[in-house]
């Protein structure tokens, strides 16, 4: 993963949690749960680019074919 979609995703990771603690803080729900989701999607994109990277890795170690 590049270094802008780690900046990106961690950014949007830490949005949701300030949405979050804003919306716990407020008592609304709503901001909570797009916080949450935010931070969801954050992770998903983390994960999904962990995997590309082992893919990457392991068609390299069997000499890129």
Known sequence: MGLAD?????????????????????????????????????HAKDAAADVKDAAKDAKDALGGK
């Open 6 to 42: 780690d900046i990106k995703n961690t950014a949007e990771n830490l949005t949701g949690k300030a949405k979050e603690a804003i919306g716990n803080l407020t008592d609304n729900d709503k901001l909570v749960a797009e916080g949450k989701a935010d931070q969801v999607k954050a």
